[in-house]
């Protein structure tokens, strides 16, 4: 048995000795000579270089390094123009009716309270309201930029630049029509960083922009987002072309500056649409072309003069321009025709649909509102 055992032993040994001469005797000799010198020095140098670059770590070398240059992008814009961004702070003295009583009676109700029809008799009295808001300083001479909202009433203003100096402000022009107004900083003062304005005509759906104010008086705070929409309107003022974004708006930041990545002003961020008092991504602000229009005045203190048409018009919807055999939506439909006004001269008729003013495409209706009031009086336009 145990010879048996020595014999099996032996056998398989001897298997597997051939398997593996089997495979040496199989292999190539200068393979066999190369393995018994080492690797080559090539090899050698190669693994102490590391892992051979691929496709895929240039690919991600570039993405990096693009990402770099965006992060700097917002990083400058934020650095070259939150300087010339102010906190404003407002404050009012305002009259509120009060009750006169504020008790409860042992015996229910004997002024009848519970009753609908009943009016408590009621007092005056005087609060003095704080406000915060935002702006950007436009010139060395301190005139400031914001909404009309913002310093509207006050009685005291004040202002708070990122490098910490503080003034007294006045208020300069205000225009209710498009909810601007221009403040101006007061006493001495020197070195004062502005901001540079852009041309909102060229804004596009979807572009980079970033808003910076003081929502809820955090100072100075850096949002970005895109372009959403143009052209909105929300009935909060005459003149509303407004640009959507979803760059964060929020309570403070009115009449701060929606800015693109060229570090220019396009917007005044006037309003957010929130059912919370929060920001939802739904933001809105002034296109800063609508400012530079009546900026003279303001700054001068005079009352805005707007240009007049003497026309009723509507935008074109597709039924509209169905049933006048026009194609597209374009334009704005005139419904009436004032009596002794330039339209009327011009020879402008109901049903008429304006599709150009002054050599410009114009898109709808408020388009051709905002132009013409753009347009100096007694001026000639096509």
Not at 215 to 231: D, E, Q, R, Y
Request: proline residues 5%; negative net charge.
């Amino acid at each position: 048995m145990r010879r048996g055992t020595t014999l099996l032993v032996v056998l398989l040994g001897g298997i597997v000795t051939g398997l593996l001469l089997s495979g040496a005797l199989s292999t190539p000799a200068s393979e066999l000579a190369a393995a018994e010198r080492g690797p080559a020095p090539a090899l050698v140098a190669a693994a102490a270089a590391g892992p051979a670059v691929t496709a895929d770590d240039e690919a991600l070398a570039e993405l990096r390094e693009f990402a770099g240059k965006f992060e700097t992008l917002f990083q400058t814009v934020a650095g070259e123009v939150g300087p010339a961004v102010v906190l404003i702070e407002s404050q009012k003295t305002v009259r509120v009716r009060v009750p006169t009583f504020r008790f409860r009676s042992p015996f229910g109700d004997p002024f009848r309270r519970s009753d609908p029809s009943f009016r408590a008799p009621q007092r005056e009295r005087q609060e003095t309201r704080r406000g915060l808001g935002s702006g950007c300083i436009l010139d060395e001479e301190g005139h400031i930029l914001t909404n009309n909202h913002v310093v509207a009433g006050a009685e005291e203003l004040k202002v708070r630049l990122l490098d910490g100096r503080t003034f007294d402000a006045r208020i300069v022009g205000t225009d209710e029509k498009t909810e601007l107004a221009v403040i101006q900083i007061q006493g001495q003062f020197e070195d004062l960083p502005t901001c540079r304005l852009g041309d909102s005509d060229e804004i596009r759906v979807g572009q980079w922009v970033l808003a910076i104010g003081n929502p809820f008086g955090f100072k100075h705070t850096v949002t970005a987002g895109i372009v959403s929409a143009t052209g909105r309107r929300l009935g909060m003022a005459d003149y509303e072309s407004l640009i959507q974004t979803d760059a964060a708006i929020n309570k403070g930041n009115s009449g701060g500056p929606l800015v693109n990545l060229r570090c220019e002003v396009i917007g005044i961020n006037t309003a957010m649409f929130s059912r919370t008092g929060e920001s939802l991504g739904i933001g809105f602000a002034i296109p800063i072309n609508m400012a530079k229009d009546i900026l003279d005045d303001l700054i001068a203190g005079r009352e805005v003069v707007r240009g007049y048409l003497g026309v009723m018009i509507d935008d074109l919807t597709p039924e509209m321009a169905d049933k006048f055999d026009f194609e597209g939506t374009d334009g704005a439909l005139v419904h009436h025709v004032w009596e002794d006004t330039p339209a009327e001269e011009a020879g402008m008729q109901p049903g008429d649909i304006i599709v150009e003013y002054d050599g410009d495409r114009v898109k709808s209706q408020s388009e051709v509102r905002q132009r013409v009031a753009a347009t100096d009086p007694g001026t000639r336009v096509e």
